[in-house]
């Protein structure tokens, strides 16, 4: 990504101008990631960052949910979406009717929701979780059964972690790890001898079942920096391996490449263009946002 220096150096002058800060997803290609952010991590530790940033200005490199939970979390800030078309198959999947609908079939259980929803469905719900915290937020629920909106793998993941509660769920799924097949696995294991599997738990169950560890992106990166593997697969968005490779140069990264196509429609270029022009600001009807917090500031206080 040399090619993009004189993007960067813009971006970066650009930032103190502005007096701005890039948070961005593991997810974001190399350039981002370690060209232009001031805070990289997984879905909850943005949003535990965006409720600490002092700058007038926080530009979002990730997708329009993660934008809209540092709305919520620190309201008096800017938030820009360099591209607002940056969506989400899971947030894209349930909407504010859909979480009534289980509230009727499952009367008086608890929903929690994945962050990856819009304003307008955590605002619907008891209390959010991310990929991080989901079988620690479960478990934290009364009563016997939970309902989990959208992610159905992860649901299906977590019922297996938390075996106490009766977890029924919605069906949605992330477009990028549904994709891969237990086969998929298997077959990069006879191929390769000693590789260690690392899924990320939105993976289907069976899938999940094949790996080595499954866990958060933050939770992937621990694992490898803890474990050094020789050699790893890492079930999940095709950049994470990418962005973390030259930290860990002992350690040799193969597998299939699937990239999340929202995440990828954020491009340096298209940062430049928004901090520049402080276009893309993403705005939540403050009724919406004030339930909203509730429940993503819930799921932060007890994940401490
Ligand atoms: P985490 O980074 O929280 O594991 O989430 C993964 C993801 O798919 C975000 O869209
Ligand atoms: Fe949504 Fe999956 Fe893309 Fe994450 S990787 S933004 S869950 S579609």
């Known amino acids: 990504w040399a090619m993009q220096a004189p993007y960067v150096a813009a971006i970066n002058r650009l930032k103190k101008e502005r007096n701005a800060v890039v948070l961005a997803h593991n997810y974001m290609t190399p350039d981002i990631y370690h060209g232009i952010a001031d805070f990289v991590g997984d879905s909850l530790q943005l949003a535990i960052k965006a409720t600490e940033v002092e700058a007038d200005v926080i530009v979002q490199c990730g997708v329009h949910f993660m934008a809209e939970t540092s709305k919520i979390l620190n309201p008096a800030k800017t938030v820009l979406m360099p591209d607002m078309e940056a ?18 079939q499952y009367p008086g259980a608890p929903v929690v929701s994945y962050v990856n929803t819009t304003a307008e ?3 619907a719900s008891d209390i959010c979780c991310t990929s991080a915290n989901a079988a620690q937020i479960v478990a934290a629920m009364e009563g016997d059964t939970v309902i989990m909106t959208p992610d159905k793998y992860l649901a299906q993941n977590v019922a297996k972690q938390v075996p106490q509660k009766r977890v029924v769920w919605w ?3 992330c477009i990028v790890h549904e994709r891969f097949t237990p086969q998929d696995l298997r077959d990069f294991r006879d191929w390769n001898p000693g ?27 621990d694992w490898v ?5 020789e050699k790893t697969m890492l079930v999940t968005e095709c950049s994470m391996a990418t962005n973390i490779s030259d930290a860990f140069p002992e350690v040799e990264f193969l597998g299939p490449c699937n990239m999340c196509p929202y995440m990828k429609k954020i491009t340096l270029e298209k940062v430049l263009y928004s901090l520049h022009s402080m276009t893309g600001a993403v ?16 799921m932060i206080d007890l994940s401490r």
Do not use: N, W, Y
């Not at 504010?96 to 509230?103: D, L, N, P, S, V």
């Open 283 to 298: 705005e939540v009807d403050p009724e919406i946002a004030g339930r909203a917090r509730l429940a993503v500031q819930r």
């Open 195 to 221: 590789l260690k599997i690392i899924a990320h738990p939105e993976c289907p169950p069976d899938v999940v079942a094949e790996a080595d560890f499954a866990g958060s992106t933050s939770g992937i990166i």
């Open 121 to 123: 469905v955590k605002a």
């Open 225 to 229: 920096s803890r474990e050094k593997p």
């Open 87 to 104: 969506g989400c198959s899971l947030a894209e999947s349930i909407t504010a009717e859909g979480i009534a609908e289980m509230r009727a």
């Open 171 to 173: 069906d949605g799924a």
